[in-house]
């Protein structure tokens, strides 16, 4: 969608629906409650000066860090920017060609975010392994990555995704949530239909629907794990994102700062 049409949009909204559609209530309610949480032990506190600089770490995506799982994921903007905070502080394993387990990469987010739940990173290691048993595999820092940005950024909508491609696989609907999506394939049409479907009767925060239907277009049938892999190594979603450069971009400047050291 263009610019100019983007903008039209945001002048036709309601004045609630702007607030809504940019979280502006969320961040303010967390505002006012961090700054009544400190105001009765720091006398000297300034609170259009405290509101300031918390909306200025809002916008330059600083706000994320050691905070709760239910706040790092509250929004869209949230998200982004733990990925983006992920990437910046352990790129130096990419760099140094480590190659760690979902365990040690939760072990990691966990210094961040302490509650960040496992089964996140566990989902995000599945679109790199294609296995359930996937606590001891190995995987590199930028595979981890991508597929740990889409799948946390997307985690609903890839949930609801999933049991779409069980019920179509099992061909019934009546196929356990638990159970692992078959490698086979399903009916790619079929599957983008129900997909755009699911999109038009949801509010599930979801890549361009465009960029599904280039992902499903490429062959008759497609395994759910092609289906996560095209989305997770789309320029085109990685640029929505906004929190990662490339993936062949995403050491560039750690190496440079590698060699200068050396």
Request: with cysteine; hydrophobic share 35%; proline share 3%.
């Amino acid at each position: 969608m263009s610019t100019s049409t983007d903008s039209k949009d945001r002048f036709l909204q309601t004045p609630e629906a702007y607030l809504q559609s940019h979280h502006i209530m969320t961040y303010l309610s967390h505002a006012l409650s961090s700054l009544f949480a400190i105001r009765d032990s720091d006398p000297k506190l300034q609170p259009h000066r405290f509101l300031s600089d918390y909306f200025s770490r809002v916008s330059q995506g600083n706000h994320v860090v050691h905070q709760t799982f239910s706040y790092v994921s509250i929004t869209p903007h949230n998200r982004a920017s733990f990925v983006k905070l992920f990437w910046k502080c352990y790129r130096t394993i990419g760099n140094h060609g480590d190659m760690l387990t979902a365990k040690e990469y939760h072990a990691l987010i966990q210094l961040l975010c302490p509650d960040f739940p496992f089964t996140i990173v566990q989902s995000a290691a599945r679109i790199i392994l294609m296995d359930d048993a996937v606590s001891d595999c190995l995987m590199a820092f930028q595979d981890f990555l991508y597929a740990f940005q889409v799948q946390f950024y997307y985690n609903e909508f890839l949930s609801a995704c999933r049991e779409l491609y069980l019920s179509l696989s099992a061909g019934s609907g009546n196929e356990k949530s638990g159970a692992t999506p078959r490698l086979e394939g399903v009916e790619s049409g079929i599957f983008l239909d129900r997909i755009t479907d699911m999109i038009a009767n949801n509010h599930y925060h979801h890549p361009s629907i465009r960029v599904i239907h280039r992902i499903l277009g490429k062959t008759q049938k497609a395994s759910f794990y092609t289906y996560l892999l095209g989305i997770a190594n789309s320029d085109t979603i990685n640029g929505s994102i906004g929190a990662l450069p490339k993936k062949s971009q995403c050491l560039e400047n750690c190496e440079a700062k590698s060699s200068k050291s050396e």
